[in-house]
């Protein structure tokens, strides 16, 4: 008998949209495997912040992809991270919940996946009443993140609500599956038993991550003439985007270096407004691109940046799909952010790091990249390239979720 696996996450998606593809990378190895795999996701993107699948007057809309069955649950739309976001999850929680029920078939397991937290108590909820085993996926520590960003207070009671399923899930699930090394420390702290904890970072798919286009091609489509420095990803507070902004400003007076920020986010008119402002002529916005599209718009770069909040939770436990990306388009990475990343960059020699939320270091840093040869940074990049293609495979890393299954 085939055995079914279900992944709850709001913000996952399909190669021809903007956003994580861990999921899906994940999912095409279990087909493969044998497996039977539905993904259930918001029918809003979170990068376009707009409905991308509509299932009409249904509560969802079922699409197969590459042999996976693709669950979008109707969700609503929202701009800001407002009250609009937040009717959000519970909306979408709500509705994963009774979708999961009208299936017609019963799961061998199913992963809720955070940051959305609630959608994981979905999930949980689900595997309990159809008699299934249940696994927790830490992406990021809600609501910890949230309080060392400042972005909400410690006593709010959303944070009461949110502290309470952090500690249920811990608790109820069978494992928990932590992206960051530091996530798990986190979580022996607050009391999880280390053998329910099992580490199976962000990577990337080898083959989802090639393009056949010539590099100058790639430069001409994309409009890059200068040594270009790139950003993709969200544009949200966490991502700390000003930095990359103060150190376009510091070398302003250096025609040669550009910046290009590629994507979407809360945070985006704010950062447009304040580049007008500061008069940034050597940096440019664009739309969010679909997964399928990164890679050829990696190659016409020739460095990416990644940026986070000076926040003791990035310390901890983040593992950013950006990063991965990057290495996997042997990108030499500029990397202003604190923890774990910004020591695997210096540690394998694959980038130039800076302090986070420093603009001027960054600077430096950009400067110092664009005074390297081309073979020097086809160096860093290679070693990049090797590291994420040795210990940061998908179908590696889908060989340790396999492990849990069984």
Known sequence: MTKEIWFINQYAVTPDLPGGSRHYDFGVELVRAGYTVRIFAATVNLALRRQVRNPGEKLWL??????ILFEWIQTGT???????????????????????????????????????????????????????????????????????????????????????????LYRHSNKIIVLARGSATYLRKKGVPEERISYIPNGVHPGHCQTDRPREAARQLYGFNRFTVIYTGAHGP????????????????????????????????????????????NLRFAEPVPRNVIPELLLAAD??????????????????????????????????????????????????IAPPENGKALARQVRAMAALSEEQRRQMGAKGQLLVFNRFSRPKLVGKLIELLN
Request: hydrophobic share 45%; net charge neutral.
């Open 303 to 352: 460095a990416a940046i990644i940026a986070l909040k000076d926040a003791q939770a990035f310390y901890d436990a983040v593992s950013p799909n950006k990063l991965f990306d990057y290495l996997a388009a042997g990108k030499p990475v500029l990397c202003a952010a604190p923890g774990d990343m910004a020591a695997m960059v210096e540690r394998h020699g694959c980038g130039l």
């Open 238 to 281: 966490a991502n700390a985007l000003h930095t990359i902004l103060e150190a376009a400003a510091e070398i302003s007076n250096e025609p040669g270096i550009e910046f290009v920020l590629v994507g979407d986010g809360p945070a985006k008119p704010r950062l447009q407004a304040q580049a007008r402002e500061m008069g940034l002529k």
């Open 62 to 67: 079922e699409e197969p992809v590459d042999g």
């Open 78 to 168: 929202h701009r800001q991270n407002d009250w609009r976001r937040a009717l959000g999850m519970l909306n979408f929680s709500w509705n994963v919940f009774n979708t999961g029920l009208r299936q017609g078939t019963r799961p061998h397991l199913i992963v809720g996946s955070s940051p959305q937290p609630l959608a994981a108590l979905a999930g949980y909820c689900l595997a309990r009443r159809m008699g299934c085993r249940f696994i927790l996926e830490v992406r990021d520590l809600w609501p910890q993140a949230l309080i060392d960003m400042h972005a909400v207070s410690a006593v709010h009671p959303a944070v009461w609500v949110l502290r309470w399923v952090e500690r249920f």
